[in-house]
């Protein structure tokens, strides 16, 4: 068997009847990780009215630190489900352990394995036996064509629905959090038809420079943007100083809607 995403027609992915991928441009938000119930409905009550394609918020976490929060767990799948029936915004939400695929699927739109997990080939097996679309994430030192490859593991088992996502790479730079490697977005539209998502709230690790990577994403022809959004970021239990603040994101969805319009 050979590559099967180094040729074709742009696709286009259709989540709980919204289009990614295309002429499409996708705006993902939510918070860095589901954390209450109030923080959850919340946020995605601001995102929703902000006309986002989907709600993301993790219930399993991949932390640094083996002492820190790892997320509420089915929990937290949980209140992801209730945002999901309040909103009707389809769920983006991390799965990083085969042994949780099934409650995951119970509430995942698009199942998203983390940068720590980009060549996690096991896992990815079974995401592509699983046929649910898929975020993945590049790794923190992955090259485009090790990104690429483990795209292919998903493929290789018939699930053709899968974006990528750039979330910014390791380099020598220590000012912010990773380098956001904007480069990469045209050059993997040659190599791919997936669509190709930025996520500049990893990359930045700072909130200010999270609406100029956003629209800087959509010039050079990304099909969307996943943002982390908090009602209290100084509250935040995780990510905070790079969540944008839930009272701001309304403007914030306007400026990159007309930056996606006339790319
Ligand atoms: C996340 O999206 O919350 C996350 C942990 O991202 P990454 O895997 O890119 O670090
Ligand atoms: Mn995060």
């Known amino acids: 068997a050979s590559s099967q995403i180094r040729h074709g027609e742009p696709s286009v992915l259709e989540i709980g009847g919204r289009k990614i991928g295309g002429d499409n441009f996708a705006l993902i938000a939510g918070p860095c990780t589901v954390e209450s119930r109030e923080q959850t409905l919340g946020t995605a009550a601001t995102v929703a009215a902000a006309g986002v394609t989907l709600f993301r918020g993790g219930a399993y976490k991949p932390r640094t630190s083996p002492y820190a ?36 699927l119970e509430v995942a739109d698009v199942i998203q394995i983390g940068a720590r997990n ?3 080939y096991t896992l990815l097996t079974e995401l592509g036996r699983a046929g649910r679309p898929v975020l993945l994430k590049r790794g923190l030192s992955a090259t485009l064509e090790e990104l690429l490859n483990a795209s292919e593991y998903i493929l290789k088992e018939g699930n053709e629905a899968v974006m990528l996502c750039e979330r910014g790479i390791r380099t020598f730079e220590t000012a912010y959090r990773f380098t956001l490697d904007l480069t990469a977005v045209p050059v993997l539209k040659e190599l791919t038809h997936l669509p190709i998502i930025v996520d500049p709230s990893h990359a930045a690790g700072r909130r200010d420079l999270v609406q100029p990577l956003s629209l800087a994403a959509a010039a050079v022809g990304a099909d969307g943007i996943i943002v982390e959004v908090h ?18 994101f309304a403007a914030y969805a306007e400026k990159v809607a007309q930056a996606a319009a006339v790319a």
Request: charge should be negative; hydrophobic fraction near 40%.
């Open 231 to 248: 009602p209290n970021p100084d509250e935040a239990i995780c990510d905070g100083p790079q969540q944008l603040v839930a009272a701001e």
């Open 118 to 120: 980009m060549q996690n």
């Open 69 to 104: 929060f790892h997320g509420l767990g089915q929990e937290g799948l949980r209140l992801l489900a209730e945002a999901k029936r309040e909103t009707g915004l389809p769920i983006v939400t991390e799965l990083m352990d085969v042994r949780d695929l099934e409650p995951v």
